[in-house]
């Protein structure tokens, strides 16, 4: 009897996604040789010093599992934080977990309070994990565009899509793509807006040491009315410069975090036990991360400075890594191509790797707008720079 060798067909939970535009910019700068500007992650390496941690926390045994939350130690370190940085008490038993990276802290949150059918709020144009989190927990994305050219929250269509079905909002200050950061005007009048709502908030702090210009960032954790509802998602990796780590954590009231916790511990369970160690020592001192923004800042000015003497428009860039440029007044033949294709001759002609804005919205949205991302060594950017004056 002749049996085929037959894989059963599935009906695809994520239908519409494909390979990311990170990826496909990514291969396509090494293909040809640019500097990639696209993907948001450092050319340099950390501070030695948190590597030796991780080493001696290695050597002193700490290479099992941890307690299901995360390390004690970190967690009381994140408590401690959170209380200088933002006012905000919390309990490190109840009220933190660590988490591995960010995008799986944000799944976890979703997962854990949306139901089928609840809606959740997402402000286009957004980071790229949290529509496909939404439709994996049956929830269902109610996009809402942060208004363009500005990247400002519109209270008004926010509040026009409140429904008795919102389940959560997602935000995130300071903002990937835009650059653009929350004013504390716009959180007190988000929390008005909540305040006689049931709908969570899940606040993607990842960029939180990247606010520039002498601003503080405006953290959920600074509002009771809006800590009271949210999960607070934060990265190591971002703040410490080790993306290949995926350590960040979650603080959430306690109520919220028991709910997040049991699907913590079964879709990942723990987190890489010697780095947990290794951070909780490192942030014993606080110079790095209170010295970061001051560090991006060199490095968002001399960027800056460059594109200026191009015929890009530069757009605000008040936190983040993350630089935006207009590009309509550029040469006829290259403003006239979608975002899209502009990034794959930029990248072919000129030698530089962009993302498209576009590709942050449901509907393809463009507005003539790329990304670039300045989380490279100095010397990086000036090459980039060298070759982006040819426009």
């Not at 500097?35 to 030695?48: A, M, T």
């Not at 940085?85 to 591995?100: E, F, K, R």
């Not at 969570?200 to 009271?228: K, N, T």
């Not at 410069?241 to 975090?257: D, E, I, N, Q, Y």
Request: hydrophobic share 45%; glycine share 6%; net charge negative.
């Amino acid at each position: 009897m002749n049996h085929e060798n037959r894989t059963p067909v599935v009906t695809s939970r994520l239908p519409n996604v494909g390979t990311t535009i990170f990826t496909v910019m990514s291969a396509l700068a090494s293909e040809v040789g640019a500097v990639n500007l696209g993907q948001g992650f450092p050319d340099f390496d950390c501070d030695p010093a948190l590597v030796d941690a991780v080493t001696r926390a290695m050597q002193a045994g700490h290479n099992q599992y941890p307690p299901m939350p995360g390390v004690p130690a970190l967690r009381q370190a994140m408590a401690a934080k959170m209380q200088a940085l933002y006012g905000m008490p919390c309990d490190p038993n109840t009220q933190i977990t660590v988490t591995a990276g960010a995008t799986q802290a944000i799944l976890t949150a979703i997962l854990a309070v949306v139901h089928p059918g609840d809606e959740v709020i997402v402000l286009e144009p957004c980071y790229d994990s949290y529509v496909p989190n939404i439709e994996l927990a049956g929830g269902v994305a109610v996009r809402v565009p942060l208004t363009p050219g500005t990247f400002r929250p519109d209270f008004g269509l926010i509040r026009a899509a409140l429904t008795p079905r919102t389940r959560a909002l997602i935000i995130n200050s300071p903002h990937n793509p835009s650059g653009q950061v929350w004013s504390e005007a716009d959180m007190r009048q988000l929390d008005e807006l909540l305040a006689p709502t049931n709908v969570l908030l899940i606040s993607d702090e990842v960029y939180e040491h990247m606010v520039f210009d002498g601003q503080p960032h405006q953290s959920a954790a600074r509002f009771p009315g809006l800590a009271a509802r949210a999960f607070i998602v934060s990265s190591f990796g971002k703040t410490y410069h080790v993306t290949g780590w995926k350590v960040g954590t979650v603080v959430a009231p306690a109520p919220l975090t028991a709910e997040f916790r049991k699907v913590h511990q079964f879709n990942v369970f723990t987190v890489n036990t010697p780095m947990q160690h290794a951070l909780a020592a490192y942030m014993a001192d606080p110079a790095p991360y209170l010295q970061l923004s001051a560090f991006y800042q060199r490095k968002r000015d001399l960027f800056r400075d460059g594109l200026a003497a191009t015929r890009f428009r530069l757009l605000p860039g008040q936190g983040t890594y993350f630089q935006c440029v207009g590009i309509e007044d550029l040469a006829v033949a290259e403003r006239d191509l979608p975002e899209a294709a502009f990034c794959q001759w930029l990248t072919r002609e000129i030698g530089v790797a962009a993302i498209p804005l576009s590709a942050f919205y449901g509907d393809g949205f463009d507005q003539k707008v790329v990304r670039f991302c300045f989380a490279k060594r100095d010397e990086t950017l000036r090459e980039a720079l060298g070759r982006l004056a040819r426009l």
